[in-house]
């Protein structure tokens, strides 16, 4: 077997120094120990001219509830040029959590301008009676809660009927044991690190355990689940998200609150997004 400190001065001398700056270099290095010790390698380190390149695409979804809305096509237009994958759209009906947002007119503009995948996330009851809608105000993925859905399997099925992707989401305190019956039927899990409702709120650190259980769930069922983590994501904590098994991540105000929301974008991207060499 390959010597993992061998591979790990190897990688720290060569790849690392190249392209990350100074401030980058401690946080890319931690996850890839972690990809390291996940990956089986053959009896002995590939020579240079024979390595595989490895891809690996992390998605990063603006939500534009943390966006100016009276210059809400300056930012959509802001995203569309930027690195991000999504755009994430948070809908909030004041009774499932203790906050209103916006419903199809701002859907209606948001699909107007936009030029990327409409990620939307129902925190609402009863959200059966809207999918068609939302499908047809142009929503490419639709996420519901689990903890609003009497009949999550019907949910997921009306989801896929009208067209979306079908995603669920679970707050905190809901266990990921509990998507057990469906998970092969999900193109995305939605991992609620903060209690919905409200932008800027402290991160809950059982996050990592529940990606950590929900990624070892789909081992061999359905491994192409996106992962998603909304609710205080930025750089202080997006590369061990992406250690625990998360490939998808929303951020809201660590993205419009930057001097620079483009160039924290390219941020979050460049620590997610590599090719790896082995």
Known sequence: MVNFSIVMKNFR????????????????????EAIFRQISLKDSFVPRNHRNIIEMNYIIAPSILSADFGNLQRDIEMINQSEADWFHVDV???????NIS????????VKKHAKKTLDVHLMIVEPDKY???????????????????THLHRTIENIK???????????????????????????LVLIMSVNPGFGGQQFIHNTYKKIRDLKAMIQGRNEDLAIEVDGGVGLQNIATLVSAGANAFVAGNAIFAAENPTDMISKMK???TSAIQI
């Open 131 to 149: 999918i068609e809608a939302f499908a047809k105000a142009g929503a490419d993925r639709i996420t519901v809660h689990y903890e609003a859905c």
């Open 13 to 32: 001398s060569s790849f690392v120094t190249c392209i990350f700056s100074k401030s980058y270099k401690e946080v890319v290095i931690a996850r890839y």
């Open 161 to 187: 009927a009208n067209g979306c992707k079908a995603g669920v989401a679970l707050n905190p305190h809901t266990p990921v044991t509990l998507l057990q019956d469906v998970i092969e039927d999900l193109d």
């Open 270 to 272: 460049s620590i997610t």
């Open 92 to 98: 909030m009906d004041g009774v499932f959590v203790p």
């Open 102 to 109: 916006f419903g199809f007119p701002i859907m209606a503009a």
